[in-house]
């Protein structure tokens, strides 16, 4: 915890906590690319997709039900709780249930 990612490190642990075991796939968000392969890395043996080295995410077209959605410090992501939607880049929202949330970062199941 006292590593340069140690915030990462204990949000992450909490985001373990919740997934199961056989988590479908895992996408990482995040404004850094430090954080979106840290995070990456904390979260296998899991399908994680992180890109290193671009702040991407997959078009919402393309999540699935069961999908799980972890996002740490990322600019752009809007979580409607009444509606139960997420959205990014001013794209078209996706069904979702807000899992873990903490200071900048959240956890979400596509649904």
Same mark, same amino acid.
């Given at each position: 915890?006292?590593?340069?990612?140690?915030? /990462?490190?204990?949000?992450?642990?909490? %985001?373990? !906590? *919740? /997934?199961?075991?056989?988590?479908?796939? %895992?996408?990482?968000?995040?404004?850094?690319?430090?954080?979106?392969?840290?995070?990456?890395?904390?979260?296998?043996?899991?399908? %994680?997709?992180?890109?290193?080295?671009?702040?991407?995410?997959?078009?919402?077209? $393309? $999540?699935?039900?069961?999908?799980?959605? %972890?996002?740490?410090?990322?600019?752009?992501?809007?979580?409607?709780?009444?509606?139960? *939607?997420?959205?990014?880049?001013? $794209?078209?929202?996706?069904? !979702?249930?807000?899992? /873990?949330?903490?200071?900048?970062?959240?956890?979400?199941?596509?649904?």
């Amino acid at each position: 915890l006292a590593a340069p990612d140690g915030p /990462l490190f204990a949000f992450i642990e909490k %985001v373990r !906590a *919740q /997934l199961p075991a056989d988590a479908k796939r %895992v996408f990482v968000a995040s404004d850094a690319h430090f954080f979106r392969s840290r995070a990456a890395y904390h979260l296998y043996p899991h399908n %994680v997709y992180a890109d290193a080295f671009r702040n991407v995410m997959p078009p919402p077209e $393309l $999540l699935r039900r069961g999908d799980w959605v %972890v996002v740490y410090q990322r600019r752009g992501m809007q979580y409607d709780a009444g509606a139960r *939607q997420l959205r990014w880049d001013g $794209l078209a929202p996706v069904a !979702a249930d807000m899992k /873990l949330s903490d200071a900048g970062a959240a956890l979400f199941e596509i649904r």
